[in-house]
Structure formats: C-alpha cells, structure tokens
C-alpha cells in the first residue's frame, strides 16, 4: 500500500524537478508534461512582491453606504421571539447543544418549526437573471473543482467540471499550505480571456466551522481597518505561492480579465487576494478584476468593508438560503461584509441584494436559523467532492 506521506512527497519531487527546470527558461514557457508546478510548504520561494500603491489604499472618511451592524442583532431577537411564540425552545439556541448544534447562538441544524423564510419588499432586491445565474454557477464551478486533488495536488485539469466549464484551461501552477490548508490554482482561459485565481475552502468544515474563532488584527494596507487574524496570517502565507506566475500571466496577456473566487475559507482567501492584487497591480481596476465568492465568512470590520466598496470593483459574494458561514464571525463582534448579495433560495435562482454591503433584507433576515448543510452546494455544485 503506498502510504499519503509517500504520495505527497513524490508530488512535491516532482513539483520541485519542474521548478528547477523551469528557472533554466522565461517564465512563461508551457510545461511540456500534463501536470504543472505544485508549490507547498517545502519548494515555495520567497517573492518580492510589488510596492503597496498608496493612492489605492486610502482609508475612506465617507462610506459610499453605512452599514448595519446591528442588523443581525434585530433580526435574532425577532426571529427568536417569533419561534418562542410558535412553542420553540430558546434554550436550544442560547446555549450550545447537540440538536440542534449551535455556534455563536447560531443554529447548525434548523428546528423543524423555525420561521419561514420571506423575502423583504424592496426595489434594491431584484431577481437574477438567466444570465447571472449561469456565471454565478460558472465560478462556483470553478471553487468546487478546488476540492479535486487531481487539479490541486497533481496538477491536472482532467476533472468532469473542469472539462465541462473550462475545457481549454490551462492550469499555470498550483499551490496548497499544509499548516493553514489553503490550497488552490491559476489558470488560464483563452477562449475566455481570462486569468482564474481560485482558492479552496477548509477539507474539516464541520470542525473549521464548530472552533470558529472572532480575533481581528490590524490590515496593514488600510488605517482603521481590521481583519480576522487567521485569515490574513493564512493569506500572507500562500499569496508568496501564487502571486509570481499569476503577475507573469497579466503581464503576458494585458487584455485578459482577472476573476478571482473561492469557496468557504476559500472565499475569504480570495477577497483578501482581490483586494492585494488591486493595491499592488496598476493595471488591475475595475475594468478587469472581478470576484465572486460563494459561502464566504466575514474578513474584516465595518472600516474594511467600506474600503472594499470604495474601491469599485466588482465583487459578488453568494448566500444559499440558510448556509451558517456567511454569519460568522457575527457582526455583533464587529465583522461586516462588504460586496452584492447574492441570496440563492435555490440552485437555480436568486435574488440580486443591492448595495454593495450587507443590510438586513436579504439572508441576514433568517438568523439565528441557520443551517451547515446549506453550505455545501451553490448553484447545484457539490463543493467539497471531486467531480
């Protein structure tokens, strides 16, 4: 029986063979086998990343839009007296349990007699169109292809929904932390015109999700701002495995789009990735950088959201109906998303959530109901499996 460890260290050989290989040409020269560089732990090195841009990184004195952070708040006490009326047990939810299982108060299981879902009336919440939702499917397409270890580990694009959304991708390397467990690939679309950075989410959810922690730190780009603590300890971490070949790749093919996405953890990533590809790249604006996460957790608080939003981009971050992650860390510990909502009661559908931060009419209307399982499919794609 061959053992992981000796899988893992005959992929890293071979990651490490095709690096020094390839230091001997110019940068961009095509791998002449299937599989591509792999960067890990052991074989990254060290980049020296471009200069902060300092007229990008500006605090904002005016936020475009305030946000709420008491929205969750609101609708947990109504929400919460409205079940308690309906003869449901508070208790449940106030204190952890095992059934249903609740973090920060939230549910991971929704009790059968939870309120129902209804959807404000408002002219800033429009449904999706056909076209929306074949994108939205189309990037969370590419977030679940991450969970593949043939696309991540091995460095191969041979995976069914790789082939089906993206079959003249050509994967440029692709990177996994072993400490953080970020893991993810650049990839290349020519039909498309488009530069792909897409990152994994977490492989333990369950236990990612149960052992959540809320510890911010200071984002250094931005005055006042704040982040959760290990998403950008885990961001610094990998960004040095990527961010070379992916800033060849612009460079080699200005007019293609740069799209970033992620699932989970692998959302966070990929905002923090934008929003570092934004402050560093000149050419990089909102022409042609574009992110869409799916089941994303809060990155920073009310000062960061207001940043991201000033910055123009364009930035979708999708909710299916109850998903639990997207409300953690919980805005009562001063966690605010930025970005359009897209609240998916379906995976066929969905509802557009304007403006650009979150507010209390879309998913933040169902809390503390929320539900884990909710968090494995977008737009009718298993994340988490290799498909």
């Known amino acids: 029986m061959v053992s992981f460890t000796s899988i893992t260290q005959g992929v890293a050989l071979v990651a490490i063979m095709m690096l020094s290989v390839s230091n001997a040409a110019p940068l961009l020269e095509e791998v002449t086998t299937d599989a591509v560089p792999h960067v890990d732990d052991s074989n990254f090195v060290k980049f020296d990343f471009p200069p902060i841009i300092t007229t990008r990184t500006a605090p904002v004195k005016q936020p475009l839009f305030l946000g709420d952070l008491n929205a969750e708040v609101e609708s947990i006490e109504l929400n919460k007296n409205w079940y308690v ?69 091995s460095g191969l694009w041979t995976c069914t929904n790789c082939k089906k959304y993206v079959p003249d991708g050509k994967l440029i390397v ?20 488009t530069i792909y950075l897409v990152f994994r989410g977490s492989h333990n959810w369950k236990n990612w999700v149960v052992n959540f922690d809320f510890i911010k730190t200071s984002y250094t780009p931005v005055s006042g701002a704040t982040v959760h603590g290990g998403f950008y300890k885990a961001y610094k971490e990998v960004s040095s ?23 989970s953890l692998g959302g966070a990533q990929a905002l923090l990735a ?29 000062q960061f959201a207001y940043y991201v939003d000033y910055t123009g981009l364009t930035i979708y971050r ?3 109906d109850r998903d639990i992650v997207p409300h953690l860390p919980p805005q009562a510990f001063g966690f605010l998303h930025p970005g359009v909502e897209v609240w998916a009661r379906t995976g066929t559908s969905a509802k557009i959530c304007n403006p ?11 809390v503390p109901f929320t539900s884990f399982e909710d968090h494995r499919t977008y737009f009718t794609m298993e994340q988490g499996a290799c498909i």
Not at 87 to 109: F, H, Q, S, Y
Not at 122 to 128: D, K, N, P, R, W
Not at 276 to 302: C, E, F, W
């Open 85 to 153: 009326k309906h003869n449901g047990n508070a208790t449940l939810i106030d204190k952890r349990a095992t059934d249903p299982e609740t973090v920060a108060g939230l549910t991971m299981v929704v009790p059968a007699n939870a309120p129902p879902v209804v959807t404000a009336a408002s002219t800033a919440i429009v449904a999706a169109t056909s076209a929306q939702i074949t994108e939205f499917r189309h990037h969370a397409a590419l977030s679940a292809t991450t969970y593949c270890d043939s696309v991540v580990m």
């Open 241 to 263: 495995y990527f961010y070379a070949k992916l800033l060849a790749q612009h460079k080699a093919y200005p007019g293609y789009k740069v799209v970033v996405t992620g699932h």
């Open 174 to 193: 692709t990177f996994n932390s072993a400490i953080r467990e970020i893991g993810g690939y650049v990839l290349r679309s020519d039909n498309k015109k």
């Open 356 to 366: 650009n931060i979150e507010t209390k009419k879309c998913s933040n209307s169902i």
């Open 274 to 302: 934008t929003m570092d590809l934004y402050q560093r790249i000149a050419t990089l604006n909102t022409s042609n950088l574009k992110l869409y996460s799916h089941g994303a957790p809060r990155v920073g608080n009310d």
């Open 318 to 320: 999708t909710v299916f």
